[in-house]
C-alpha cells in the first residue's frame, strides 16, 4: 500500500460517494476532512468522561481536565512555543484575532495610533483590527499586494510610523496560497519596537511554525483545518503581552477571587478561557497533531509536491484560465490554485463540477478587499493537502476542461 | 412578450416534465444553461443595485412593469445556470395576474429537485428571487 493509500484509510468520509461518483474533496482550505483518531477521541472523552473541567475533584472531570490540557501540551510542543501558558484555545482563528484584537487595542492602543494589514487578509483578519480602530479612535492602514500576489514588502518600511501599534498578516493567504515572508516582516517591525500577529489558518497545515523562530508576538490558528474537531482553535501569545492585556470575555473559572467590590483573574491560559470550554473539541487537537505530524513524511510530502507541481503547470498554461498568486518558486506556493476562466462564472464551474463529484470553493472567499483589488466578483479555488492523489488532479483537470467547454 | 394561453399550474407541469426526461444533473446543467443562454433582452442600464436580489453568489437583477393589470418579468444574472433557471421562473409566473401568482405554492422548485441540488448559497439566491416575485405579487395586488 503507497503512503497515500495508506493515510488515506485513516479518513472514513474520503471513500464516500457523491452522485454515485468517487468523492474527489478539494475544499480543503475551507475545512480538512477529519481522520478516525479525532472522531474517536471526540467519542471517547463525550461517552465516557463527560465531565466540566477545571473544577471538580471526581474521576471523570479528572479524565477531561486531563485530556483538554494534554492537547494544551501537544500544541505548544507542536508550534514550538517556550511555555504552555502562551497557548489559549478559542473556538477558532477568528475567536482568536478577536480576542487578541480587543484585548490588546484596550491595553495599547489609544486616539491616534494605527494598525497595519495587508491586502491579502481573510476577512478575520480585517474586521476586527477595524472594529478595535474604531472603538480606540485609531486608523488602520494596508500593506498591498503587487499583481501576482506577493506582499509589496518595499512599503512596510514606510508604512510603519511611530504610530504604528501592531502590524497583522497572513502566513499563507487563503486565496493566493503564496507563503509570506513572516520571519522577515518580523524583523523589519521588531526593529521598530512593533509586535506581529500572525493569521496561520493555513500556515499551520503546509508549514513547520516554530513561534520561537519566527519570534511572532501573536499566532493563530483553527483546529478544523488541521483536522480538528470544529468549533476549536488556538491563540499563541507572548507572556510579555498576554501578562499585560485584559480578559476579553469574563466570568467561569477565570477568576482569581470574585467581590462586589472587584474582580481578579486567574493566571494564563485560564485568564483568557471564560466559561466552559469544548473541551471534547480541544482534546481531539492532540490526535490531529499527530496527524498532522504524519503528514509530514517523505512519502506524502513528494506526493504533495507532485501534485501541486502537475496543477500549477496545467492552470500557468491554459490561456483560458487566470491563476490568482503566482509564485516565483514551487516552495513558495501551497497547492491551493484560486483562479477564473475567461467567460465563465465561477459558481457555475463550482456546481457543474459538484455533481461529476469534485468538491471547491467559489465566490469571495472571505476576502472581498482582495476581490476588489483583482477586480473580480469570486474566484473559483481548489485547495488539496497531501491525502489527495494526482489521479484526483488529473480527474480534477480533465473535469475543468469538460465544465469550461459547456460554459464558453 | 407573449400572452399565456395555458394557465400557471399547467405550465408548472410542463417545466416538471421536462426535467423529467434528464436522469443525469449534468444533464440538467446543461439545459438549464441552453435556457439561459437564450435570456438575452435585459438592458445593461438596468442592472442598477435597487434591481439586484439579495441572498445570491451571484448577482440577479429582477424587474418589472404591469400592463392590463398583468405583471411582466425581466431578469438577468452574471452566472449562466442562474439564469436559466431566472428564464424558468420567466416562463411560469410572467404575463401573469398578481392572484394568478399568488395562487401558486412555488412547490415546482422543489418538484424539480432544483433547491435540494443546488448549492445552499443558491438555494438561498433562488429563495430571495422567488421571496421578490411574490412580493412584487403581493405589493400589486393591494393596488
Redesign the interface.
Known amino acids: 500500500m503507497s503512503a497515500v493509500d495508506e493515510i488515506r484509510s485513516a479518513f472514513p468520509s474520503l471513500s464516500r460517494k457523491v452522485y454515485g461518483k468517487d468523492l474527489v474533496y478539494f475544499d480543503n482550505a475551507a475545512t480538512v476532512q477529519r481522520p478516525q483518531s479525532v472522531i474517536d477521541c471526540w467519542n471517547r472523552i463525550v461517552r465516557d468522561s463527560n465531565a466540566n473541567i477545571h473544577r471538580a475533584v471526581h474521576l471523570l472531570a479528572e479524565e477531561a481536565t486531563d485530556a483538554y490540557e494534554s492537547a494544551r501540551d501537544a500544541v505548544q510542543h507542536f508550534i514550538n512555543a517556550s511555555s504552555r501558558e502562551e497557548i489559549i484555545f478559542t473556538s477558532g482563528a477568528t475567536a482568536s484575532i478577536n480576542l487578541a484584537a480587543f484585548s490588546f487595542g484596550e491595553a495599547f492602543v489609544g486616539e491616534g495610533d494605527e494598525v497595519i494589514v495587508s491586502e491579502a487578509e481573510h476577512h478575520s483578519d480585517i474586521v476586527p483590527w477595524q472594529m478595535m480602530c474604531q472603538r480606540r479612535g485609531a486608523s488602520l492602514k494596508v500593506l498591498p499586494v503587487d499583481d501576482t500576489g506577493h506582499l509589496r514588502m518595499d512599503m512596510l518600511d514606510s508604512l510603519i510610523t511611530s504610530r504604528t501599534r501592531i502590524v497583522a498578516v497572513t502566513h499563507i493567504s487563503n486565496v493566493l496560497g503564496l507563503v509570506n515572508p513572516v520571519r522577515k516582516i518580523v524583523e523589519t517591525c521588531h526593529s521598530k519596537g512593533v509586535p506581529v500577529l500572525v493569521d496561520g489558518a493555513q500556515g499551520i497545515v503546509h508549514q513547520c511554525v516554530d513561534v520561537q523562530d519566527l519570534d511572532c508576538d501573536f499566532y493563530v490558528f483553527s483546529g478544523h483545518k488541521v483536522f480538528a474537531a470544529p468549533g476549536t482553535g488556538v491563540l499563541y501569545g507572548k507572556k510579555k503581552w498576554l501578562e499585560r492585556m485584559p480578559p476579553f470575555m469574563t466570568g467561569g473559572e477565570m477568576v482569581g477571587t470574585v467581590k462586589f467590590s472587584g474582580t481578579t483573574f486567574a493566571p494564563l491560559p485560564m485568564k483568557f478561557e471564560a466559561g466552559t470550554q469544548n473541551f471534547a473539541g480541544a482534546a481531539t487537537l492532540k490526535p490531529a497533531i499527530d496527524t498532522a505530524l504524519a503528514f509530514r513524511s517523505a512519502g506524502l510530502r513528494e506526493n504533495e509536491e507532485s501534485v501541486k507541481a502537475y496543477i500549477l503547470d496545467k492552470l500557468l498554461n491554459d490561456n483560458r484560465i487566470h491563476l490568482y498568486g503566482k509564485p516565483n518558486a514551487l516552495e513558495e506556493k501551497i497547492p491551493l490554485f484560486s483562479f477564473s476562466v475567461e467567460g465563465a462564472h465561477h459558481e457555475d464551474l463550482a456546481l457543474i463540477m459538484d455533481k461529476m463529484g469534485i468538491a471547491l470553493r467559489s465566490g469571495q472567499m472571505c476576502a472581498e478587499p482582495l476581490m476588489d483589488r483583482f477586480g473580480v466578483t469570486g474566484m473559483l479555488r481548489a485547495s488539496l493537502v497531501a491525502y489527495n492523489t494526482m489521479q484526483e488532479a488529473e480527474y480534477f483537470i480533465s473535469s475543468l476542461d469538460k465544465a469550461i467547454k459547456m460554459l464558453v | 412578450m407573449e400572452e399565456q394561453t395555458k394557465t400557471l399550474q399547467e405550465v408548472e407541469s410542463d417545466v416538471a416534465d421536462e426535467f423529467s426526461m434528464f436522469d443525469e444533473?449534468?444533464d440538467k446543467?446543461?439545459y438549464l444553461?441552453e435556457l439561459g443562454k437564450s435570456l438575452t433582452d435585459y438592458p445593461e442600464a438596468d442592472k442598477t443595485d435597487d434591481r439586484l436580489i439579495k441572498g445570491c453568489?451571484?448577482?440577479v437583477w429582477l424587474d418589472y412593469k404591469i400592463e392590463d393589470g398583468r405583471i411582466w418579468f425581466n431578469a438577468d444574472s452574471?452566472?449562466?445556470?442562474?439564469k436559466g433557471i431566472i428564464s424558468l421562473l420567466i416562463r411560469i409566473y410572467s404575463g401573469r395576474t398578481p392572484e394568478e401568482i399568488m395562487s401558486s405554492d412555488f412547490s415546482i422548485v422543489d418538484r424539480i429537485g432544483l433547491k435540494e441540488n443546488?448549492?445552499p448559497?443558491?438555494a438561498n439566491g433562488l429563495v430571495s428571487m422567488i421571496a421578490r416575485i411574490r412580493e412584487i405579487a403581493a405589493e400589486n395586488n393591494r393596488q
Open positions: 444533473w449534468l446543467y446543461e444553461i453568489q451571484s448577482r452574471d452566472a449562466i445556470i442562474t443546488l448549492s448559497t443558491r
